[in-house]
Nanobody, 116 residues
Framework: QVRLVESGGGLVLSGGSLRLSCAAS????????MGWYRQVPGKQRELVAT???????NYADSVKGRFTISRDNAKNTVYMQMNSLKPEDTAVYYC??????????WGQGTQVTVSS
């Protein structure tokens, strides 16, 4: 069984920064894509950023130039540096990892709150 554990969420003032981390543990298969999604109450979960194995990152237009996703395959960990945070970035952020067999794994979510 694979378990994803996120950390790094919290409360920050508008314009501030946070760094999210997500580490996988357990019987970890080879991971094709790692990513971050976010969700606010009453809305669908949306893609924030993904990074494929050996490929270039992909970002939602709303975070381009402010967020940076990276991965450490040896540690089965994905990170996301979030700068210039805005109140509209407030959400629960979920880590996602997809194996080469297209099986999705999700973390439990971490709250990010940006106060104006």
């Amino acid at each position: 069984q694979v378990r994803l554990v996120e950390s790094g969420g919290g409360l920050v003032l508008s314009g501030g920064s946070l760094r999210l981390s997500c580490a996988a543990s357990g019987s970890i298969p080879r991971i094709k894509v790692m990513g971050w999604y976010r969700q606010v109450p009453g809305k669908q979960r949306e893609l924030v950023a993904t990074i494929p194995s050996g490929g270039s990152p992909n970002y939602a237009d709303s975070v381009k130039g402010r967020f940076t996703i990276s991965r450490d395959n040896a540690k089965n960990t994905v990170y996301m540096q979030m700068n210039s945070l805005k109140p509209e970035d407030t959400a629960v952020y979920y880590c996602n990892m997809m194996s080469w067999f297209n099986v999705n794994y999700w973390g439990q979510g971490t709250q990010v709150t940006v106060s104006s």
